[in-house]
Every structure is written in structure tokens, then in C-alpha cells.
């Protein structure tokens, strides 16, 4: 059965995953285009704060929003270019956000950091030049990757893991990026080891990429402590607690994070992100992003940060059928796209244009009592009876019996044959019960 966890769903058919129109198809480089819209909230924590003006001319590289504390990252312009102004957008929630749009040059003239030896570097000036690099997990969360390596005293750390899963259906970009540069991934694999002062990584990868497996086995071999794991092919394989489980059989706590298993979970394109701002200097400004569905030549392209979707979908040669929805990411986790309008970010990791095959809408029926959603679900939780609370606006007793450990991998709404909005109910809780901590927290301070 090969390693795995308890619970989780095959999406679509494991034969068909919507993986092959993609999988065995080298990245393209797109042009860049004539404008860049770069947001600004990229990172989960604080947005930076721009740092630079309409009419200003910047290049490739340059640093152009600070990081606004800990929890943030700076922003870099991926083209060469005009400031014309820091504007508002449309965003992935569908509400105005704020971005920094310049006008590109095509000149490439490049600002980059200096490439640094990380063998001679303290494990903090590592962290440090991570987070002025303004590299964030690209698989999706966009979880600071500073923060990540920066492992309180109390915690005691052994392990790093390369998250290569990408269990989601359609998505191919870290499979790609693995197979045609194993030695990047190694090679930030290795900084982010001497940041942490680990002498193990893993790197897991699930059974149905076995391409990738073979050629990051073949360049691990040239590498001491670095091994490369196959794990079973299920979703949501690529979970940090349920990969860190595959893979050590170790628990993360309820309510607890990938290190109190002694453990940090970093993504593949994260990992060659590092090494590019080690080996060359370049920071966070481009990433490989799989553009599939119903489009005419479905790709994995590498993208500038800032480029709209409706730019990458043209990079395919249009669509190949009438999209119902466009996704930015996966079929799972993924955000319906407001418009084509919005911009690829470091998080983007896949658009996802379906058409009417994919997106006809079941009717919801009465539950059955039937127990498959809680047989699925990775974390153990009852989703059955954390709508019945939700719909019922009983969220004390949502939060009493864990929805915040739910991870929102839909696993539950797609097994459920009566249709119910399982996944998306629980979430509406989450968002009720982090309200009222808020609130809470905020009357406390005052009083204090």
C-alpha cells in the first residue's frame, strides 16, 4: 500500500487525474508581459509596505515594498520598468486589494541580492536572508518560509521535509520543476538544513510521479542525508500533518504546528526558490505555474509575479472549450477567480479553467447517516456534525468539537452522496469562531 495516512479520497480516478495533459510537457518560459500588477498581501501575516513611488524607474529584483515585522516579507519587481502608481485591484476574494503596478521596459536590467556560500553562514543570517529574499511556501498557503526555520528555543527540531506530493488533481508544476532541476531542490534542501542544524531531510514525492521519483533518487544519491520517500497516491497527501505522519508516523498535536513532531514541512518550489537566492541572488519574483482544463495547449509555464491570468491563458492559445469556472490552484483547495483580471502570485500555483464537464451543480439532499465523511476525514474530526452546529449558528459547540483543526481539503463535500456543502459549512464556522476570539482578544487588551 506504500506510506500513507488514515482517511483521505481518490478525486476524479487515480488513472485520471487530470495529471498526463501536463506531466510529461517541459516548462515554458512566457514572455513577460507589458504590465505587472504585484500585490501586496502575498504572505500569510503583515503585508510589506511599498517602498517605492509612482514615476520611479526599478529593476528586476529591486525591492519594492519593506517587510512590516516578523510575520511579513518584502516585495521585489519582476520586470525592469516605470512605477505607475500603487493602485487597487481586483483580488482573489473578490474585494479591492492593494497592489504596485509598473510598466515593463523589456530591458530585464536586473537588481539582485549577491549570492551568497551558505556553508559560511550562522543558521540566523540564513533566516535572515530568506525573508529579505521574500520567499513564501508556493504550494499554496504562502506561509512565510522564514518563519518556518525559525524554530523557537523550547522546540527541538531533527527533520526537514520537501513536500513534492502535490496531491491535488490537475497539478503538475512541482513534478515538472523536479524533474528538470533536481539539484536546485537539493541544493536549498541543504540550506534550509544548515539553517535549521538538522542532518536529515526527506523528500516525499506520491507513487504516480514516479519520473520524478527516479530522477530525485539518481541526484540524492551524489547527497549525504537527503533520501527521497514514494508515498501513496491520496489526497490530501500533500498536507503537512499527513505527509509528516506518512512519512514518520510521528502525530502533530491538535491544534499544535509540524514542529511540536520535531518536524518543519517545506514545499518543492519553495525549496528551489531558496536555492535561486543563494545561487544567484535572484529573490522572490517568478514561479512555475500549471495552466490546464479547457485550454487549447494545457502547460506548466514560469511566470513573472504581478502577470494576470487572462496573460497566461493566452500563453496556452486561448481556450479550448467555454469556461464555467477558472481556478486559482487546485480543484480542492483552489479560489474560484472573480475575474481574469487578477494577478499570478508566489502562491498561484495552478489555473484551472473548467468547463460545464466539471462544474454541473448536484442537488443537495438529506444526509443518510451514511459515515462516509467521517471515514475520510484526515484529521478525525465529525464533519456531519459540525454543519448540523453551523447550520443550527451553534459555533461554541462547532469549536467544542474542533472545527479550527479542520484543514479545508473538501475531502468530506466530494465523498458525500447527498451532496451537502460539508467542506464549505465548516469553514463558515472557522470564520465565525476566529471572530469571536478576535473580539475577545481585543476586549481583553483594552481592559488591560
Known sequence: MGL??????????????????????PIKEM???????????????????????????????????DADGFMSVPLHSSVSGTVLGIEQIPGLSGKPETAIVIENDFTDEKDYMQPRDYRTMEPHEIVAAIQEGGIVGMGGAAFPTHVKLSVPPQKKVDLLIINGAECEPFLTADQRLMIERPDVVLYGTQVMM???????????????KPDAIAVMSRAAEKVRNIRVKAVQTKYPQGYEKTLIYALTGRKVPAGGLPMDAQVVVVNA???AAVADLFQNGEPS??????VTGAVEQPCNILLRIGTSIQDAIHATGSYSATPMKIISGGPMMGKILPTIECPVTKSTSGILTLDSHFTELAKETKCIRCSRCLTVCPMFLEPVLLMDATVADDFETAEGNHAMDCMSCGSCSYICPANRPLAQSIAFAKSKIQAKRLLEKQKKEAAE
Do not use: W, Y
Request: charged share 20%; aromatic share 2%; hydrophobic share 40%.
Open 4 to 25: 500513507t495516512f488514515r482517511g483521505g479520497i481518490h478525486p476524479l480516478h487515480r488513472e485520471a487525474e487530470g495529471k498526463a495533459s501536463t506531466s510529461g510537457i
Open 194 to 208: 544548515q539553517a535549521l542544524g538538522v542532518k536529515r531531510a526527506l523528500i516525499g514525492i506520491e507513487d504516480n
Open 31 to 65: 514572455t513577460p508581459p507589458a504590465i505587472v500588477r504585484i500585490p501586496l498581501a502575498q504572505n500569510l501575516g503583515k503585508p510589506p509596505v511599498p517602498c517605492v513611488n509612482a514615476g520611479d524607474r526599478v529593476r528586476m529584483g529591486q525591492k519594492i515594498a
Open 269 to 271: 518550489a519553495s525549496a
Open 285 to 290: 519574483i517568478q514561479r512555475i505555474t500549471t
